[in-house]
């Protein structure tokens, strides 16, 4: 398991010669073996930085460390598993060969078996299923099975949910966090729904408009393991205000 710490992160893209600042001066320590979520209103850097801790992309200014080392050496140790919102298989090969593709790209082996992947996921039976003919739902199970594949110690997700009906999402939800709990990753979700990040995390950070800028950070002091009917609990609904309130303080505060 591994930490992740951001120091005054900032980030800046040229576009059409114009210069679009998109992140601004993050500061944010993610805990070993923490869930955390990243909320915000669209534009705001939340994907950005994901890529940023995942080495897609690089700082203009400001560092990032992964445990003891920058994310271009934990990227190329494998340390660090990515999950989309499109799950983005191959649709030529079986789920079972799927979740074998990072092994055989880097020629290197998890300590999980594919066939243990797919277990773990809950798809077994489904090995020699083509993409095609899995629901949304199956086919981001397997993209999450492929990304453990080498044994990540940071399992970064962006929106992996959001193309789901709101019934598998959920459903979704409490199979991610028995996953998380079983492989001790270190994750971080992106998410536009205030009720996922509530549910999901330890601690979720708000980030403000465009340039994305740290509003909040709001611990979920909620008992684990999570269960559906926690989100009709009072404790729940006043965390969810809480970062509902961090999220929209500037429109809060001009309709008083």
Do not use: Y
Not at 41 to 57: E, F, H, N, Q, Y
Not at 171 to 196: D, F, G, Q
């Amino acid at each position: 398991m591994t930490s992740i710490e951001i120091k005054a992160v900032s980030k800046r893209f040229t576009i059409d010669q114009s210069e679009i600042q998109a992140l601004d001066d993050v500061s944010l320590t993610f805990p070993t073996g923490s869930f955390s979520a990243l909320i915000g209103p669209s534009g705001c850097g939340k994907s950005t930085l994901l890529r940023m801790i995942a080495d897609v992309i690089l700082p203009s200014v400001g560092s990032i460390r992964i445990g003891d080392h920058p994310p271009a050496k934990a990227r190329k140790s494998h340390e660090i598993g990515f999950v989309f919102q499109s799950a983005s298989l191959l649709p030529w090969r079986s789920v079972i060969d799927n979740v074998r593709l990072p092994g055989e790209l880097s020629q290197k082996q998890g300590t999980r078996s594919p066939e243990a992947l797919i277990d773990l996921v809950g798809l077994h039976g489904f090995e020699e299923a083509k993409p095609a003919q899995l629901s949304g739902g199956m086919q981001q199970r397997v993209a999450i099975a492929r990304a453990l594949a080498l044994d990540p110690k940071v399992l970064l997700m962006d929106e992996p949910f959001g193309a789901l009906d709101e019934i598998t999402r959920q459903r979704m939800n409490v199979e991610l966090l028995r996953i998380w709990k079983e492989t001790n990753t270190t994750a971080i979700l992106v998410t536009h729904t205030i009720s996922e990040a509530v549910f999901m995390a330890d601690t979720v950070h708000v980030l403000s408009a465009h340039p994305g800028r740290l509003a909040a950070s709001i611990a979920i002091d909620l008992p684990r393991p999570r269960h559906l009917a926690l989100l009709q609990s009072h404790e729940f609904n006043v965390l969810e205000n809480e970062v509902r309130a961090a999220l929209f303080a500037k429109e809060i505060a001009n309709d008083r």
